[in-house]
T-cell receptor, first 111, second 113 residues
């Protein structure tokens, strides 16, 4: 998985609680991305980062925030989780070239 | 808006038979094109990519894809599939300098003995 880890790998939480997912890379790549995967939708971009403290919204950013205080870590936060945010979340990295490399994913269940 | 269409949600095929997974995209600008494979309970692995040059691209595990600009297609093919090719396959395009990917909805390839 190209030096990418995601934590936790599985999480069950309740509606209304905050949740933070972590993506950690050891490749020193500039770009980092968060996607969610849902049946029938493929992967959809939530947020991405093009450098430390530089982030931008993706296609489905509502209800999510991100932070990147250092190159190796990209955090995705659900401020108040909803059942519609039950999904599998993937982090990806890129060195500024066109190819993205994906982490193993985090399976989130919001009850 | 740019989009990627994978018309076949599932493709069943017998082992050693050829297979083609279809991908069409809509874009008015130049694109980069990708196929990723996802095995059960795993992340996505790059299968192959088209950036420029030859329209026939070869990837890992014996897969290849052909870029057809006039038909805005990037279909994936393999002449003889194996049981181990059973997985979900995603087509994706990238269109700007941030290299954000737009994915199709995926095609599940089911190889039967």
């Amino acid at each position: 998985d190209a030096g990418i880890t995601q934590s936790p790998r599985h999480k069950v939480t309740e509606t209304g609680t905050p949740v933070t997912l972590r993506c950690h890379q050891t490749e020193n790549h500039r770009y980092m991305y968060w996607y969610r995967q849902d049946p029938g939708h493929g992967l959809r971009l939530i947020h991405y980062s093009y450098g430390v403290k530089d982030t931008d919204k993706g296609e489905v950013s509502d209800g999510y925030s991100v932070s990147r205080s250092k190159t190796e870590d990209f955090l995705l936060t659900l401020e108040s989780a909803t059942s519609s945010q039950t999904s599998v979340y993937f982090c990806a990295i890129s060195d500024g070239e066109e190819t993205q490399y994906f982490g193993p994913g985090t399976r989130l269940l919001v009850l | 808006a740019q989009s990627v269409t994978q018309l076949d949600s599932q493709v069943p095929v017998f082992e050693e038979a050829p297979v083609e997974l279809r991908c069409n995209y809509s874009s008015s600008v130049s694109v980069y094109l990708f196929w990723y494979v996802q095995y059960p309970n795993q992340g996505l692995q790059l299968l192959l990519k088209y950036l420029s040059g030859s329209t026939l691209v070869k990837g890992i595990n014996g897969f290849e894809a052909e870029f057809n600009k006039s038909q805005t297609s990037f279909h994936l093919r393999k002449p003889s599939v194996h049981i181990s090719d059973t997985a979900e396959y995603f087509c994706a395009v990238s269109m700007d300098s941030s290299y954000k990917l737009i994915f199709g909805s995926g095609t599940r390839l089911l190889v039967r003995p």
